[in-house]
């Protein structure tokens, strides 16, 4: 299943994007440390122009610390600035210095032109439920945005004065997701970023599955108390099947695959990301 956005619905976060982006100096690029590749749109990239651009890898709380730095590694290499987060535990305290680095040209023309204390214009852009409104609050340092965990709630705009010297865009640029690969989309699905009815949650938990034995084998023996039987001699959708009987849910799969989705979510595996840098991903 590919999930489609209306294209009119696209455009018309594009053009509002593309609009604001012609007052601002800076764009805060928030993704979700899980998923630094599939909670990008791709879009961004291309209306951005010359425009200073700085990656924040939000949510890093929940991610994987390894290839948190992975990333960051990876974004310099492309070219671009990037920062981990933690907005909802306030860990956000070298935003500050790197949005200043980054146009310490364009702050030292203005002050050799006799401009002192030039007042950067920055906005927020991000897939939904990335923790955009979240690090607008925190900058801003009071709540002036409506937050929430699920997606879509951001609305309206203005300037904001931020504790860091900084106005900030009241209201965060919305770009929506693409979608063409599927796997991208069980891992917005899984994370929370697109809205859980959109994917039937056995496949969102069969990917689940087959994503911890690939690559955190140890973590999902552990939490789900598994022996190399279990995992080498079933297929994903038999491993879901054993579960929901070990869980006690007779034959409810549905439930048993929404467990497993929060039990994910809710980190009993441990702090994971989805994306590897440098894996491929088709157009
Ligand atoms: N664990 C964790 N949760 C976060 C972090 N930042 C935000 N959140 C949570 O993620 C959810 C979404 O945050 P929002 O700030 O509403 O996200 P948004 O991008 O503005 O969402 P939309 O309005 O849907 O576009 C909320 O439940 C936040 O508390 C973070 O760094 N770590």
């Known amino acids: 299943m590919v ?20 007052v601002v100096d800076i764009v805060l690029e928030i993704v979700d440390a899980r998923l630094p590749y599939s909670s990008r749109n791709p879009i961004l990239e291309q209306i951005i122009n010359q425009k200073k651009h700085i990656i924040i890898l939000n949510k890093a709380d ?3 610390p390894k290839l948190t730095n ?17 907005a909802k535990h306030n860990k956000l ?94 891992k917005l699905a899984l994370s929370g970023a697109i809205k859980d009815k959109i ?19 140890d973590r999902i023996m552990s939490v789900y108390d598994l022996d190399k039987s279990d995992v080498n001699n079933h297929t994903t959708a038999e491993l879901l099947m054993n579960l929901t009987k070990k869980f006690g849910y007779k034959e409810d799969y549905d439930r048993a695959a929404r467990r497993v989705i929060m039990d994910v979510r809710n980190l009993k595996f441990g702090r994971i ?7 491929f991903y088709e157009e």
């Open 93 to 186: 305290a070298k935003l500050n210095s790197l949005i200043r680095s980054e146009l310490a040209d364009k702050i030292d023309k203005y002050e050799r032109n006799g401009v002192k204390n030039y007042q950067i214009k920055a906005m927020c852009v991000g897939i939904p439920n990335v923790g955009k409104s979240t690090i607008l609050n925190k900058m801003v340092g009071k709540n002036v945005a409506v937050t929430g965990n699920k997606p879509g709630v951001t609305k309206n705009q203005n300037w904001l004065k931020t504790n860091y010297g900084i106005d900030l865009l009241d209201t965060p640029g919305i770009l929506w997701p693409k979608i063409t690969d599927p796997k991208v989309g069980m």
């Open 3 to 22: 999930l489609q956005w209306y294209p009119g619905h696209m455009n018309k976060a594009k053009n509002q994007v593309q609009e604001r982006l012609k």
């Open 62 to 64: 929940l991610a994987d």
């Open 70 to 86: 992975d990333w960051i590694l990876n974004y310099k290499q492309e070219g671009t600035a990037s920062i981990e987060s933690d």
């Open 199 to 217: 994917y039937p949650p056995d496949d969102v938990a069969i990917f689940a599955l087959n994503f911890l034995q690939t690559n955190y084998l």
């Open 273 to 279: 990301t989805f994306d590897i840098p440098g894996e």
